[in-house]
């Protein structure tokens, strides 16, 4: 999977090129830094948990501070502007062809036939998937699509599907427990205090996952809320269990072996709202997650400070900044308000 240098340059001209005419995509070439010559492409597209702001603040920490060539796709309304409710629309996907690295936060995507094979293609050649929150339930095609299969993406591949809310949406927080287990994992170098606004998912990983981070379910928003004391049913065999005894995993790690004979290495969080992405030590783990994906010796404690100031607005259906464009995102801007009616909670 290894890419040239002049191949990198050649994709970052040609997308430029695209993103002044169709303004579909965004790429940040890389600059200095261990990332430089490698392509990471970002896949954003859920209703609820502003994956349309958190991910280009992403990808532009991985531009800057480390030399990673990144492009973020979304979800492109009729009129051009972005707009997570539209599932079937990823423009751009042909970037995919040049990932070195997925980090996606999709949910019930059903993209078009020629979006989607980018899609399969740099999964069948083994690229390493990042994946956040409601990617366990990243797509939703209908039966009579050949993508159907991938309805069990999450399952299958990363190591879980769409099972609760197992703490209480937008009521209970989480904070992150590091596994005793992997304790010295340079997944977690500089990672200590993990913390999102974001509940707990109920989560059974296979047994050949590694769990790093286990969330101690909170009984109110903030850091310091205390851990939530009741009990209550398992979905998976409707046994009942305190909430945090044992705590649900919230990120681990697999190496999954594809149809194709390739081997894909898989980073699954529950985490990853915009707003759990204030958390510094959340966006070191997944920046982390990135220069393990490709292969690097992981920093021992990578610079994550944001490159744009990054105000991100409360995850909810419907609270979207809507009008906003892919142009809204260039290096050096500010998202501004945008115009946000909020829809009543789902999962």
């Known amino acids: 999977m290894k890419l040239s240098r002049c191949r990198i340059g050649c994709f970052v001209l040609i997308a430029l090129a695209g993103n002044l005419l169709a303004q579909n995509s965004i790429t940040y ?25 958190g991910l280009p603040m992403l990808a532009k920490i991985l531009s800057e501070r480390h030399g990673f060539t990144s492009t973020v796709l979304f979800p492109i309304a009729p009129d051009g502007t972005i707009n997570p409710d539209i599932k079937n629309n990823l423009p751009g996907s042909e970037a995919l062809a ?19 094979k980018h899609f399969v293609n740099a999964y069948n050649r ?3 998937i990042i994946a956040l929150r409601t990617s366990t339930h990243a797509f939703q095609f209908p039966d009579q699509s050949e993508f159907k299969n991938f309805n069990s993406f999450g399952e ?14 937008k009521k209970e927080a989480t904070r992150g427990i590091i596994e005793p287990g992997a304790k010295g994992n340079p997944l977690l170098n500089g990672v200590a205090e993990l913390f999102g606004d974001s509940d707990v998912y109920e989560a059974y990983p296979p047994a050949d996952a590694k769990i790093l981070v286990r969330g101690l379910v909170l009984k109110g928003m903030k850091p310091d809320s205390a851990p939530a ?23 681990w790690t697999r190496v999954f072996s594809n149809e194709s004979g ?44 944001y490159v744009d100031d990054f105000k991100p607005t409360m995850y909810g259906f419907g609270g979207y900044r809507k009008g906003l464009t892919v142009s ?5 801007k500010v998202l501004p308000e945008g115009k946000i009616n909020m829809a009543p909670a789902n999962k």
């Open 29 to 53: 070439e890389g600059k200095k830094g261990k990332g430089n010559g490698r392509h990471v492409v970002f896949l954003a597209g859920d209703e609820e948990y502003r994956s349309e702001e």
């Open 229 to 251: 004391e009741y009990r209550k049913k398992r979905a998976s065999d409707k046994q009942e269990q305190s909430v945090n005894d044992p705590m649900m995993p919230v990120a």
């Open 156 to 169: 299958r591949v990363l190591g879980e599907e769409w099972v609760s809310h197992w703490g209480v949406h």
């Open 126 to 128: 083994g690229v390493p």
């Open 328 to 332: 809204d995102h260039a290096m050096g």
């Open 262 to 305: 390739q081997k894909n290495k898989i980073f699954c969080t529950t985490l990853g709202a915009a707003t759990d992405l204030q958390n510094e030590d959340l966006r070191r783990f997944v920046v982390n997650a990135v220069y393990w994906g490709v292969g690097f010796e992981i920093p021992k404690k990578a610079d994550v400070a």
């Open 98 to 116: 040049s990932a070195d690295a997925i980090v996606m936060l999709l949910r019930f995507r059903a993209w078009a036939p020629e979006q989607m």
